[in-house]
């Protein structure tokens, strides 16, 4: 569609000249989700748009609910910085997956409270990083881009008080919100011998029993009975303990404890009567006269799954015997965490209770690894900050770092102990005097009300229900997406109206819509398609920095398999000296084929005016070696690779794709493959090189 002749909409001062041309402008709007873009909502009057004159595309009509891209944000945290799961337990930002639950926060009212949020795309970068330390000891590794929340509101960790980089950030004094890590060092590893002998000793002296007792035999001969017996209603503590036995070489027997009833939930035991092993756990447990750290982690986390509790953020330990509390609070000042013995109760038990707060409960969780994940949970908690979160120094690294980021379900996730946020067609902005290269990722044309204006347009009689691709010319599923959940509704109408449809895309966002998508593909032709382009991480990262990893993109094939859809992966564009190598090329293939990719599509790189003097200029800031042979290439005003090199990648990639078995099963594959819906023959989709040209390649880099 063209931006030219619509109706004038609401006026928004202060936004770019160019954008006059958008006279149905409602707003201009810079959020913090996206620091440093600008979002333009608009009032689309169509969302059809027709691909004008003869075409080599088997598809005559796109939707393209955004122009520009957010992909390109840049907001990361160092890979080992620690991140809360949502079941309350820690794992490095390295390890977190897409699909992981971690723990978030949302509002609720007047209050910010954490909350399970799933993470739903992961990508790294290098940047510039700098290090965060707070008065409590907390230290946060980020770029400058990166946002924390504060008491007054989310700050980025550089900025400044005017011109163009103003923005919010981090001064010294400013507050953070969340309960810090302080004190914690690297967590002791659950699988070390100390730390499981502590734990065996904290869960049998906390619940166990260890029988030793005389009969008489039925012939007047005296005999002794040796049992060992431990039972339990959480089945993780009963199965860490019985691993832990198993592993020093004390098999046990599981059976049935006690049934459930009204207030009581079932319990499961497991027990030896060898006198061997008796004697081997009586001695196991013996109090060492000078424990490990890892044995004293070890024993607060058995002790804890054993008689602990952890209700309304108050956690306490409870026991009878003096000699297990004494234990615990020794254990407890070995890691200097703070408590109180309340006074002893009637029927002889006594409880030691932690003080401090989240912080210090988070603390000691952290270095107790508890099996049991009930009593970990903080979702519903409300974020108030006890620990002296306060910033006490910025300071630069002097140098750039390999940085990941993530995005979740609810815009954050905990980081370090405090809240951290998510970070979410080129020639097209030349139109409204952006230019295409920075302008399209920072200045986003967001069609609000595309799939309301879609209905209609696939309601009327002379809609033949053609083929709809979506992803030619920007990212259905670009970060931006995120916010605006535009795909849903599309999706709807065009299934509603029994119009088939693809989607070409690089964002793992799609992730979110594959229950719509297979349950649309049961009334339309669906066919989706993953741009995977470069498959080196480190080139992956310095030429589509921002966007999700190349792992990430190929474990989001596996996911649309998974919910029985093929899906075609589109090596677009392949980088004439990069990513051409047979080495590289029989790489990719081999990994797209694992990740479950059905058919492969792929294209040499073609450079529009608009997009050439920014890829130029990446060309000569990383390989300057390789500029005179791509000017021989694109000289002047030559878009297309020479057809000589098409016709040499031809050469070099049907013989890989065969032996892959990812050629396409039918010649009417575009972004994944439509059929026509026309008089029953599908269209051919052309050859490989000439497909190649036809898409514009900013939704493709």
């Not at 981090?170 to 914690?184: C, D, K």
């Not at 986390?301 to 309304?312: K, L, N, Q, T, V």
């Not at 974020?383 to 390999?402: S, W």
């Not at 989709?685 to 514009?696: E, G, T």
Request: charge should be positive.
């Amino acid at each position: 569609m063209r931006w030219s002749g619509q109706e004038l909409g609401v006026e928004q001062a202060g936004t770019l000249p160019g954008l006059a041309k958008l006279n149905n402008l409602v707003r201009s709007v810079q959020t913090p989700e996206f620091a440093g873009v600008t979002f333009h909502e608009v009032l689309a009057k169509s969302a059809l748009n027709k691909v004008p004159g003869p075409s080599p595309m088997p598809f005559g009509w796109t939707i393209n609910p955004y122009r520009g891209c957010s992909h390109a944000c840049l907001y990361c945290l160092h890979p080992d910085t620690v991140i809360t799961m949502a079941d309350g337990r820690e794992k490095l930002l390295r390890h977190v997956e897409i699909g992981d639950e971690v723990l978030g926060t949302r509002k609720a009212g007047r209050y910010r409270r954490f909350a399970p949020a799933k993470v739903v795309a992961k990508w790294a970068t290098k940047k510039p990083a700098f290090r965060v330390s707070l008065a409590d000891g907390t230290v946060l590794i980020a770029s400058g881009d990166h946002r924390f929340l504060t008491d007054r509101g989310w700050k980025h960790v550089t900025g400044t008080m005017s011109g163009a980089g103003q923005r919010p950030y981090l001064t010294t004094g400013n507050r953070l919100m969340g309960f810090g890590r302080a004190g914690i060092d690297a967590q002791v590893s659950t699988s070390s011998v100390d730390y499981a002998t502590g734990y065996l000793t904290g869960m049998i002296r906390g619940d166990g029993l260890l029988f030793r007792g005389e009969y008489t035999r039925a012939n007047g001969g005296p005999s002794t009975i040796h049992q060992f017996r431990l039972a339990l209603a959480d089945d993780e503590a009963l199965t860490r303990t019985r691993t832990y036995l198993e592993q020093i070489g004390i098999p046990t027997a599981t059976f049935s404890f006690a049934r459930a009833h009204e207030g009581r939930r079932a319990m499961t035991a497991i027990r030896t009567a060898r006198r061997a092993h008796f004697e081997q756990i009586t001695a196991l447990i013996e109090w060492p006269s000078d424990p490990s750290d890892a044995w004293v982690a070890g024993y607060l986390g058995g002790i804890f799954d054993a008689e602990g509790s952890c209700s309304r953020g108050i956690l306490r330990i409870s026991n009878k015997d003096d000699g297990v509390l004494t234990a615990i609070e020794r254990c407890l000042d070995r890691f200097e965490l703070p408590f109180a013995r309340e006074p002893e109760r009637p029927n002889g038990v006594s409880t030691i209770r932690l003080v401090g707060g989240l912080p210090k409960r988070n603390a000691f969780f952290a270095i107790a690894q508890p099996a049991i994940t009930r009593k970990l949970a903080l979702a519903g908690t409300a974020v108030k900050t006890v620990a002296d979160l306060r910033v006490t120094a910025i300071e630069p690294l002097g140098e750039t770092l390999d940085l990941i980021d993530i995005t979740t379900t609810t815009g954050d996730f905990i980081a370090n102990g405090v809240v951290s946020h998510n970070c979410f067609a080129r020639p097209t902005h030349t139109y409204l005097d952006l230019d295409a290269g920075d302008d399209f990722d920072r200045q986003i044309i967001v069609k609000v009300n595309v799939a309301d204006v879609l209905r209609p347009e696939l309601a009327r009689p002379s809609w033949r229900h053609e083929p709809v691709a979506l992803g030619t010319n920007t990212d259905p599923y670009q970060r931006a997406e995120g916010r605006y959940a535009l795909m849903p509704g599309i999706i709807e109408a065009l299934t509603t109206s029994g119009t088939p449809f693809s989607i070409l895309t690089k964002g793992t966002l799609l992730r979110r819509d594959l229950p719509l998508l297979a349950d649309a593909a049961t009334h339309v032709p669906v066919d989706l398609a993953m741009s995977i382009a470069v498959y080196d991480h480190e080139l992956q990262q310095s030429v589509e920095p921002g966007t999700p990893s190349t792992k990430a993109r190929l474990a989001t094939v596996t996911a649309v398999r998974e919910a029985g859809l093929d899906c075609t992966v589109f090596m677009m564009p392949i980088l004439p000296y990069l990513t051409d190598t047979r080495a590289h090329l029989d790489e990719a293939l081999r990994q797209a084929k694992a990740a479950g990719a059905t058919a492969v599509i792929y294209g040499a790189l073609h450079l529009k005016p608009g997009v050439k003097p920014w890829f130029m200029q990446w060309l000569e800031r990383e390989h300057p070696d390789l500029v005179p042979k791509y000017r021989s290439m694109y000289y002047g005003n030559v878009t297309y690779a020479p057809k000589d090199y098409r016709r040499w990648l031809g050469e070099r990639m049907r013989p890989l794709i065969r032996a892959h078995g990812l050629q396409r099963g039918r010649e009417d594959v575009v972004t994944g493959g439509v059929r026509s819906s026309g008089a029953g023959t599908p269209k051919a989709a052309p050859p490989f090189d000439v497909l190649a040209p036809s898409l514009d390649p900013a939704a493709l880099f």
